[in-house]
């Protein structure tokens, strides 16, 4: 079990940047893939991004690829979502998500989800 806590959401205008942060408290962090999801109202919970316990890969939804970047500090517990450029489209309440797969990467062992922190771009 990981305990996930989002931070850094808030009110910006159309073409601005956002932080989002996502502490963990959990003896196995990098063990879990981490990730980003959003959820606007109304509308389905959509895959934002991801990146490997490692660091070493990451994926991005293609209508944040090339303006959204995801980053993970293992030593402190941390994943993060810096968005640049962002659009109205991209408002909604962002949840992180830490998740263990077993040996071939095709079942979720584990799923833990962050309480959401709400993005809201003014256009």
């Known amino acids: 079990q990981v305990q996930l806590v989002e931070s850094g959401g808030g009110l910006v205008e159309a073409g601005g940047s956002l932080r989002l942060s996502c502490a963990a408290s959990?003896?196995?962090?990098?063990?879990?893939?981490m990730g980003w999801f959003r959820q606007a109202p109304g509308k389905e919970r959509e895959f934002v991004a991801r990146?490997?316990?490692?660091?070493?890969?990451?994926y991005y939804a293609d209508s944040v690829k090339g303006r959204f970047t995801i980053s993970r500090d293992n030593a402190k517990n941390t994943v993060y979502l810096q968005m640049n450029s962002l659009k109205p489209e991209d408002t909604a309440v962002y949840y992180c998500?830490?998740?263990?797969?077993?040996?071939?990467?095709?079942?979720?062992?584990?799923?833990?989800w962050g309480q959401g922190t709400q993005v809201t771009v003014s256009s």
């Open positions: 998500n830490a998740r263990i797969f077993n040996v071939d990467y095709d079942r979720v062992l584990i799923s833990s």
């Open positions: 990146i490997s316990w490692n660091g070493g890969t990451t």
């Open positions: 959990g003896r196995t962090f990098s063990s879990y893939t």
